[in-house]
């Protein structure tokens, strides 16, 4: 028997378990991190706040100011949740932040109640804006909402892309898409001014002015929401569309449905 022969024979066990883990395996993908629930994000973002300002703030229950400030502490401490949960803040995560602040501080003031009309409109205008203003930067936003790799394929896209020649015309097929997704949020916001101003008349202070903070927040998604939505699909099947065309990849192979390429 040869000497290597001899060693490996009396290696002690624990040293031959630690060897027996092959050199090529992989350590297992970390999990994905937790998607966010719609439903979570209807009922703590609109759901629960419209019940509070509407039927718990009059003075027999929370209050005028006690029931904006409890109405408003749902929106905004579901998003701190959310960033504890995700580790990271975007612009966008921040605006809708500062958006329900600024609710809360209007109507704690006892502002003319213009200046939330004000407010409604401007956050989605900031976002449309900086869409905008992105277009011919490295970073363009249409890539935080449509084309990016938790959605798309984006290293295979890029690839069939560059093998075509087709990089240019597909620089720009993501500005006309983010025109569109520009355009959603200004549809947004001119309907966030149009419905503020329709709704909220009582001035602050008063029960009738939560009512109406509540009833405004309660057809925010489908005077809004939606609306904004059909926009955003409509620039989201123009994107398939397209790559389709200049990649020639069905959309079942762009797709980012996890499976390996």
């Given at each position: 028997m040869t000497e290597s022969a001899t060693r490996k024979e009396t290696l002690p066990v624990d040293a031959h378990h630690e060897n027996t883990m092959p050199e090529n395996a992989q350590t297992p993908p970390a999990t994905n991190p937790k998607r966010e629930s719609l439903l979570?994000?209807?009922v703590l973002n609109i759901a629960v706040p419209t019940i509070i300002l509407s039927k718990f703030s009059g003075e027999e229950h929370l209050g005028i100011k006690m029931g904006i400030i409890v109405a408003l502490a749902f929106p905004l401490l579901y998003g701190a949740r959310d960033f504890m949960v995700r580790r990271k803040l975007n612009v966008f995560s921040a605006l809708g932040l500062i958006s329900v602040?600024?609710?809360g501080g209007i109507s704690l003031l006892e502002l003319d109640p213009q200046y939330i009309a004000i407010k409604e409109a401007a956050i989605p205008g900031i976002i449309g804006l900086l869409t905008l203003?992105?277009?011919?930067?490295r970073y363009p936003v249409v890539?935080?909402?449509l084309y990016n790799d938790k959605l798309l394929k984006v290293d295979k896209i890029a690839a069939a892309l560059r093998e075509r020649g087709n990089e240019l015309a597909f620089e720009k097929v993501l500005r006309q898409a983010s025109y569109l997704v520009a355009f959603s949020f200004f549809v947004s916001s001119a309907l966030n001014y149009v419905l503020a101003k329709m709704i909220m008349v009582s001035p602050p202070g008063t029960v009738e002015f939560n009512a109406e903070l509540g009833k405004m927040t309660?057809?925010?998604f489908p005077v809004i929401?939606?609306?904004?939505m059909i926009v955003m699909a409509s620039a989201l099947f123009f994107l398939f569309r397209r790559i389709r065309q200049l990649?020639?990849?069905s959309i079942?192979?762009?797709i980012n449905d996890g499976s390996p390429d």
């Amino acid at each position: 028997m040869t000497e290597s022969a001899t060693r490996k024979e009396t290696l002690p066990v624990d040293a031959h378990h630690e060897n027996t883990m092959p050199e090529n395996a992989q350590t297992p993908p970390a999990t994905n991190p937790k998607r966010e629930s719609l439903l979570a994000n209807l009922v703590l973002n609109i759901a629960v706040p419209t019940i509070i300002l509407s039927k718990f703030s009059g003075e027999e229950h929370l209050g005028i100011k006690m029931g904006i400030i409890v109405a408003l502490a749902f929106p905004l401490l579901y998003g701190a949740r959310d960033f504890m949960v995700r580790r990271k803040l975007n612009v966008f995560s921040a605006l809708g932040l500062i958006s329900v602040l600024l609710t809360g501080g209007i109507s704690l003031l006892e502002l003319d109640p213009q200046y939330i009309a004000i407010k409604e409109a401007a956050i989605p205008g900031i976002i449309g804006l900086l869409t905008l203003l992105s277009v011919n930067t490295r970073y363009p936003v249409v890539k935080v909402f449509l084309y990016n790799d938790k959605l798309l394929k984006v290293d295979k896209i890029a690839a069939a892309l560059r093998e075509r020649g087709n990089e240019l015309a597909f620089e720009k097929v993501l500005r006309q898409a983010s025109y569109l997704v520009a355009f959603s949020f200004f549809v947004s916001s001119a309907l966030n001014y149009v419905l503020a101003k329709m709704i909220m008349v009582s001035p602050p202070g008063t029960v009738e002015f939560n009512a109406e903070l509540g009833k405004m927040t309660a057809l925010s998604f489908p005077v809004i929401v939606l609306p904004a939505m059909i926009v955003m699909a409509s620039a989201l099947f123009f994107l398939f569309r397209r790559i389709r065309q200049l990649t020639e990849l069905s959309i079942e192979e762009v797709i980012n449905d996890g499976s390996p390429d």
